[in-house]
């Protein structure tokens, strides 16, 4: 089983398509957390065509590798990228948020394909991956984890719980990607919670543990695939984003956590994507 088949030639503008898609829904449903989605993408993009090994066509195939978005307020940036990774069809991103649609603003359990748990409440993500990483280990399957963190998801105690649980366990083929955008709801993530020095948090609970460009696509394909079920450790890696990436009035401004873009607005984030 590959990766979803894409060259890298394409994976800018797959990027670009993908942060259209989420400012549009943003707008249309009139929910928040746009700027997390921003954030992320590249991520996202890394993932879904550059790394994982899943087959859209059977999302429940157990060989599979898992993706959990652990900072599943950022759930419109995964549902466009499985929609635009062929999980379902584009067309089902107009229920998001819809009374009576299957899309909500966190990602329900099985509530469209690919989606593999539901998540939202803070700290639940990484556990989780542990519990499959350590599941395929005693199943003898070879597939891979990844749970992705916001910065200050670790503000939680039970993020560290399993940060000390998976290196333990010598779970290699997991990895724990922290999307660092140096936020919060409601302020700085340093100034909320002492997080820094990070990555030596991680290095000192014994994860193989690198600080990359959150936004480096190629980059981040590299760092991700090297994690492997052989590994004597799993892996963290601690992604320096900005909130808001892409559009240059959004970023690094908090105010977009809860703002929603107006019909301009949406129509100028497109000009600055090129997809206008």
């Not at 394409?10 to 943003?26: C, F, K, N, W």
Request: one cysteine or more.
């Amino acid at each position: 089983m590959t990766a979803v088949s894409r060259t890298n030639a394409d994976l800018p503008r797959i990027a670009a398509t993908l942060r259209g898609e989420v400012v549009q829904m943003s707008h249309r449903a009139k929910t928040p957390h746009l700027a997390s989605c921003l954030s992320c993408i590249d991520i996202l993009t890394a993932a879904y065509w550059g790394v994982l090994r899943i087959d859209p066509a059977r999302p429940k195939d157990v060989t599979r590798d898992r993706f959990i978005l652990s900072k599943g307020h950022a759930a419109t940036a995964l549902y466009a990228t499985l929609a635009h990774a062929g999980f379902f069809p584009r067309a089902d991103l107009d229920s998001y948020n819809v009374a009576g649609g299957h899309l909500a603003e966190h990602p329900g359990p099985d509530c469209a394909p690919g989606v593999e748990a539901a998540t939202g409440s803070l700290g639940h993500g990484l556990g989780l991956g542990i519990g499959m990483a350590l599941a395929a280990r005693i199943q003898a399957r070879d597939y891979r984890v990844f749970a992705l963190l916001s910065d200050g998801e670790c503000n939680e105690g039970s993020v560290w719980e399993g940060a000390m649980f998976a290196p333990a366990q010598k779970l290699g083929g997991l990895c724990a990607i922290v999307d660092f955008n140096k936020w919060q709801a409601t302020g700085r993530s340093q100034e909320v919670m002492h997080l820094d020095p990070l990555i030596d948090k991680w290095r000192a609970f014994g994860w193989q543990a690198v600080e990359t460009d959150g936004h480096d696509v190629e980059g981040l394909i590299k760092l991700m695939s090297g994690v492997k079920p052989s590994n004597e450790r799993p892996t963290a890696i601690v992604a320096h984003t900005v909130k808001g990436k892409g559009v240059s009035f959004m970023e690094d401004d908090n105010n977009w956590h809860y703002r929603i873009p107006t019909e301009d607005e949406v129509a100028k984030a497109f000009a600055e994507l090129g997809l206008s």
